[in-house]
């Protein structure tokens, strides 16, 4: 899932500055999961941005609403109205829902209130981890299911870089050896063998080297050349 953290309040503050009747907006997919952009977290962003103790003057007036998913433009046509005399969105989307809003809706001002981060997965309650980078050209067949692009620091393809701290990285004792971890688990797969290529140097276009990424699939209703 996209994960997410919700910014400060005095930044989310000052980016609604000057408008008097905000529409707060959740986003029902993966930063609700995460906890940082549901509705429940809408919520309690509207209770917050509604203390007089953020503002010199009237606190501007706000709403909230939810959509299931902020990244699709069909859905926040479908399901969306603003209300009348809104003057700018606050979206507890990710970068891609706030941008999508912000065209479905333009020139309605439409304002992140989070920061994305990372692609990433939950192993334990209330922790994330970052897992991948969308790299474009996935290696996960031949590192044991474990992203070193993602997850080593270095990014390295062959590992790991002699930094190694016991079994952690040599950047955080907090971080654990990614290479160590694949070299671990390909062994118990006895699959060892897998390491002893050389991987070309990368290939970083796929990866968002050579621009803006688009992915376009035909067949489905609507796509290009559908009939
Ligand atoms: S190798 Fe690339 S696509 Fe695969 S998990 Fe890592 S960053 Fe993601
Ligand atoms: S110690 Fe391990 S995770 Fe850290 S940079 Fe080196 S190979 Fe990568």
């Not at 140097?201 to 009939?227: E, K, L, M, N």
Request: proline fraction near 7%; include cysteine.
């Amino acid at each position: 899932m996209i994960v997410g953290d919700i910014k400060p309040i005095e930044e989310i503050v000052a980016s609604i500055s000057g408008y008097e009747k905000i529409l707060i907006v959740g986003c029902g997919s993966c930063v609700s999961v995460c906890l940082s952009g549901g509705d429940r977290e809408a919520q309690m962003l509207s209770q917050e941005l509604k203390r007089k103790v953020h503002y010199e003057n009237a606190p501007p007036a706000v709403a909230v609403d939810n959509i299931l998913r902020q990244c699709e433009l069909d859905l926040i046509k479908a399901y969306h109205e603003i209300p009348a005399g809104t003057d700018a969105v606050l979206s507890l989307a990710c970068g891609a829902g706030v941008q999508t809003m912000a065209e479905a809706l333009d020139p309605l001002p439409v304002l992140p209130a989070l920061n994305t981060t990372f692609l990433g997965a939950s192993f334990e309650p209330g922790i994330w981890q970052e897992m991948c980078k969308g790299c474009g050209n996935c290696l996960l067949t031949y590192t044991g299911g474990i992203c070193p692009i993602a997850r080593c620091s270095k990014s390295l393809l062959h590992g790991p870089c002699g930094g190694t701290n016991g079994r952690n990285c040599e950047v955080s004792p907090d971080i654990p050896c990614a290479w160590v971890q694949i070299i671990e688990r390909l062994s118990r797969q006895n699959k060892l063998d897998l390491l002893s290529g050389i991987h070309e140097s990368r290939d970083w276009r796929p990866g968002g080297a050579a621009g803006p990424r688009i992915r376009v699939r035909t067949g489905v209703g609507g796509s290009p050349g559908f009939s």
